[in-house]
């Protein structure tokens, strides 16, 4: 799965654009926070799906501004965006922050432990917000709760806010964060893993 590729085929399919136009909308919508593209990333990728042959682009010029590459999606583009949509709706979802959660046996338990109060904090305002965006949402949306995207996001962080919290008290009990001696150990424990049998210990390694 490529979310670069998903997102810049999305936008190009709902609208012709620039390089300059996508990078507008994705700081508009936000996207360079949660779906950490760069500048450099866009007119990378684009580059890239021009010569794959999933867009098309073609100079234009407004006045006396200079010339632009405005791109277009081709039918092999339109076919790789709705792959993309597919896979992202139901494949695995490598969350970065699991990967954290897992090697949780390397860090200084006080200092990680703080690092994530303090993203507690942030997920706690997006929280905030996110709420009052669904609240001033205008009435009627498709999914009755609310604004389908805004609830989603608004659940997932609800549930990130959780484990964070869990994640938290974990660290900041001696006892227990003496047991993190490896990647898997938030599952078992240290002494309890070792009491797993070979076939299911191989099986989550």
Known sequence: MDRYDLVLLGFIAEKESSGYDIVTTIKRRELDRWAKIS??????????????GHVVGR???????????????????????????VEH????????????????FATDA???AQRLADHAGELEAQLATIEAMIRDEPRPTLYEPGPFLNC??????????????????????????AKLDGWFYLNFGNRDFQKVPTDASAAVH
């Not at 500048?39 to 799906?49: P, Q, W």
């Open 39 to 52: 500048t450099s990333t866009v007119y990378h990728r684009l580059l890239k799906l021009e010569k794959s």
């Open 110 to 112: 006080q200092d990680a």
């Open 59 to 85: 100079a234009e010029r407004d006045g006396g501004r200079p010339e632009r590459i405005i791109y277009a999606i081709t039918d092999n583009g339109r076919k790789r965006l709705r792959e993309e949509v």
């Open 152 to 177: 989603m996001s608004r659940d997932h962080i609800a549930v990130e806010l959780k484990y964070t919290r869990a994640a938290i008290e974990i660290l900041r009990d001696p006892l227990k964060s």
């Open 89 to 104: 709706l139901v494949g695995f979802n490598d969350d970065p922050r699991q990967l954290g959660f897992a090697f949780l």
